[in-house]
C-alpha cells in the first residue's frame, strides 16, 4: 500500500500500535465485501423488469379488450346496414329509403350515429347506397394516445325486374299530318325501338306495337282467335261494350261484334280529294296498321314504324283497350296460338306472364297529339246484309249521303257511339285498371291542347311519368323512357 509522502511515518504508527492497523485492514476489507456484494445483487434488476413485463401484459391485454370490442360494434354496423338496405331497395317496400334505413339503426340500438342513404329508383328497379361512420371511445388505449376508434359501414343493394313485356300505344290519327308529328314520332319510335332491344336483352324484352285512330286493325290472325260475329272481311276491328273497358281481358266466352266497314269522312289525307275516298276507313284496313304482338324483332318493328301513315279520327281508349289486354296473361293462349302461325316470337310463347311475377315488368307507352274524338256507326237497317257491307266498302258514307240522300233525313242514317267525354271516362277506366295490376304507364302528349294534357296525364302511373312536348322534344321524351327501362336488362 502507498501512503505518500508520509509513509515512512504512518508505517512507523501502524507499526507501533498493531491494533490500528487490524481495524483499518476491517474496514476496508468489508467496504470491498459490501462492494462486491452490491455489484452481484440482481433483486433489484427483477423487480424493474417484472414491473416492465406486467405494464406490457396490462397494455397488450388492454388493446385486445379494445380490438374485440371494435369489432363486435363493427360487425353490428356492417349487419344492420346491411339488412336496411336490402329492406329499403325492396320493390313492394311502400316507405322511403332513408325512413326504413334510420329505422333499422334505431331498432338495433346505434342511435349515435345518421346513416347517410342515396336511393336511386326507375321503373322495375331500386338501388339504395347506405353509409355510416361510428365513433368508439378506447378503455385501454387512451394509455398509449389512442382515445377513439373510428368505424365504417356501406352497403349497396339493388332489386331489378330482368323480363319486360313492352306495349307501344300509338296515334297515326289525321292530325299527326301537321307540323311534322308523323315524321318525328317515326324517329323518335325507331330509336325507342333500337334502346330496348339490344343483343343483351334476347329473349328479355318483347314488345307490342297498337298503331289507333279511330279504331284499332287487330289483323285476320288474331281476330280469328277471338269471339266475334264476323259479317265481312274488308277490314277486322272488334265492338266493345263500355262495362270491357273496367278489365284488361277479353271475355272469350263472350260473342262481340266487327266494327263496321266504311270511312265517314270525304277528305282523304293520303289521297288529298273530297270525292268517293274510302282510304282513311274508321276500321284501319292496312297491313302495317294491324296490331304486332309479342315481337323482338328491331327491323320489322321498324319498318312497320316506317310505314305508318296519318289516317282517320282518335280513340285513344280504344288504343289502351289492345295495349293493356296484350299484356294480360288470358292473352296467353291466343298468343300460342298466334305463335303456332309465326305471328309472334316462339320465345315468347309462355307470355303475358302473370301480374304476380315478380321478376317481369309489364309497361305502356302512350302517345297521342289529340284527344277522345266524336265516332258515329252506320244505323243497323242500312248495315244489315252482304250487299249493305259490300256497298259501302264501294261509297263513302258522307259522300253517298250528300249525292244520295236528302238532308233531311241525314241524321237517321248515323248514330253516335262515342263522344269525347264517353271516350276520356272509358280511356281513365281502362288506365286505372292496368294500373291497379301493376302495369306501369308512360304517356306522351305530343303538342296536344290542355284536355287532351289533361287525360294522358292522369292516366299516366305517375305525374313523373307523363312527358309534355312539343317537335323533336318528342324523340327525347322516347330516350328517356326507354333509358329507365334498359336498365332492367343486365341482372338475372
Sequence with gaps: MDYGPNREATMSVLDKYPVFKTR????????????????????GVMVMFSMFVVLIILMVGGIGVDTMRYEMERTKLQNTIDR??????????????????????????????????????GVGYKTVTAKAVRTINTQFMHMGGVDTLSMPGNATAEERIP??????????????NSNSRMTNLRTAAKEFINAVIKPETIDRVSVNIVPFSEHVNVG??????????????????????????????????????????????????????TQNTRFDTICPR?????????????????????ALRPRAGTSIFLGMKWGTYLLDPSFQTVNAELEDENLTDPKFVNRPAAYTDSKTLKTIVVM????????VRITSSVYATPSHYAHWDSYNFNYYLTNYVSSRQHSSWY??????????????????????????????????????????????????????????????????????????????
Design 24 to 43: 483499518a485492514a476491517m474496514r476496508a476489507q468489508c467496504l470491498r465485501q459490501r462492494l462486491t456484494q452490491f455489484t452481484r445483487d440482481e433483486s
Design 84 to 121: 336496411a338496405v336490402l329492406a329499403a331497395a325492396d320493390l313492394d317496400q311502400t316507405l322511403p329509403p332513408t325512413d326504413v334505413v334510420k329505422d333499422y339503426f334505431v331498432k338495433a340500438g346505434i342511435t349515435d350515429v345518421v346513416p347517410t342513404v342515396t336511393p336511386l329508383t
Design 163 to 176: 323480363h319486360v313485356e313492352i306495349s307501344l300505344v300509338l296515334d297515326v290519327s289525321g292530325s299527326m
Design 220 to 273: 285476320a290472325k288474331l281476330f280469328d282467335e277471338l269471339n266475334v260475329n264476323q259479317v265481312h272481311s274488308y277490314s277486322y276491328c272488334i265492338e266493345f261494350d263500355d262495362a270491357d273497358f273496367s278489365n284488361l281481358a277479353i271475355d272469350k266466352n263472350k260473342l262481340h261484334q266487327q266494327m263496321q266497314h266504311f270511312q265517314w269522312n270525304t277528305y282523304s289525307i293520303q289521297s288529298g280529294n
Design 286 to 306: 292496312n297491313t302495317y296498321e294491324s296490331v304486332t304482338a309479342m315481337s323482338q324483332n328491331a327491323t320489322a318493328l321498324r319498318n312497320q314504324i316506317d
Design 368 to 375: 297521342s297529339d289529340g284527344e277522345n274524338d266524336r265516332s
Design 415 to 492: 248514330w253516335e257511339k262515342y263522344n269525347n267525354t264517353k271516350g276520356n271516362t272509358l280511356m281513365q277506366n281502362i288506365c286505372t285498371a292496368a294500373k291497379n295490376k301493376g302495369v306501369v304507364i308512360w304517356a306522351i302528349g305530343f303538342e296536344v291542347n290542355a284536355s287532351g294534357d289533361t287525360q294522358l296525364r292522369n292516366c299516366a302511373s305517375s305525374p313523373s311519368h307523363f312527358f309534355d312536348v312539343n317537335g323533336i322534344e318528342i324523340t327525347a321524351a322516347f330516350q328517356s323512357i326507354a333509358r329507365q327501362i334498359n336498365q332492367l336488362k343486365l341482372t338475372q
